[in-house]
């Protein structure tokens, strides 16, 4: 999968060379371009942003910029993954459609992803307009919170698509398993886990993970999720189809 990211703190997305992104780009699983949004600015000053039409607070990203440089990005990802090809676009802003497992899991089946992250109030709307006319463009957002810039943003979402990516978990771990994967924990949190002491300070592990009884293991565990679940984020519990729940489930 080829990442473009455009942004005026290319800085910010070291993190992605580290731990387990940074091995998924040296095995070449993941290809990673940074570029510097004010390369595309021609004053001195290197003007990204301006005032808001209609007055109020703050400036928004100028959408002359922002469109030389998604241009240019198309054109660099083009001349090295063939001519016809084009990125799904990104923004991340508070008032996009929510960031979920199940957006991560489509973005993962995406050749390429052009993230777009803003600063100040956001990009000219425009530019997303003008892009979603010739390919997929999603305002996409990671919680309901306002941050000071779309980065921290594209960092998690890196990280949540480049994790499902085949070869970048190691055979330990699946995918499958996620606390939002399809199957017996689709829309579970996760439960509690546990390993080595038996005992710390005085906190037992629960017996049953020591029993070595599969079976009981496994309801245990889906007893814990749902209780996590209908405790934390009863509102998942509601999405489990009435089918997703068996008799021992509603007695939990
Ligand atoms: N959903 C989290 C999120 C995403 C983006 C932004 C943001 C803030 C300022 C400027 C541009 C984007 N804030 C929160």
Do not use: C
Request: charged fraction near 30%.
């Amino acid at each position: 999968m080829r990442v473009d990211i455009i942004s005026i703190f290319p800085e910010y997305f070291a993190p992605l060379d580290v731990s387990l992104m940074g091995k998924a780009r040296e095995r070449g699983i993941l290809d990673i371009h940074l570029h510097q949004l004010r390369d595309w600015t021609h004053d001195v000053h290197k003007t990204v942003d301006d005032t808001p039409y209609g007055g109020g607070p703050g400036m928004v990203m100028k959408p002359e910029v922002w469109g030389e440089a998604v241009d240019a990005v198309i054109e660099d990802g083009r001349a090295a993954s063939g001519e016809d090809a084009l990125p799904r676009l990104i923004v991340p802003t508070p008032s996009g459609r929510p960031f979920t497992q199940e957006v991560a899991l489509e973005y993962a089946e995406e050749p390429w992803l052009l993230f777009a992250p803003a600063r100040y109030e956001g990009i000219d709307s425009r530019v997303v307009a003008e892009y979603g006319e010739r390919l997929r463009a999603d305002e996409v957002s990671i919680g309901d919170y306002v941050l000071a810039g779309g980065e921290a943003a594209v960092l998690v979402m890196v990280e949540a698509v480049g994790r499902l990516l085949p070869g970048v978990l190691g055979n330990a771990r699946s995918v499958a398993d996620d606390s939002f994967a399809p199957g017996a924990m689709a829309n579970l949190l996760e439960g509690p886990v546990y390993t080595k002491p038996p005992v710390w300070r005085g906190h037992e592990v629960p017996e049953v993970l020591l029993s070595g009884h599969h079976g009981r293991i496994a309801r245990w565990r889906r007893d814990e999720a749902l209780r996590r679940t209908l405790a934390r984020r009863p509102e998942l519990v509601a999405r489990l189809d009435r089918d997703g729940l068996d008799k021992h489930d509603r007695r939990v």
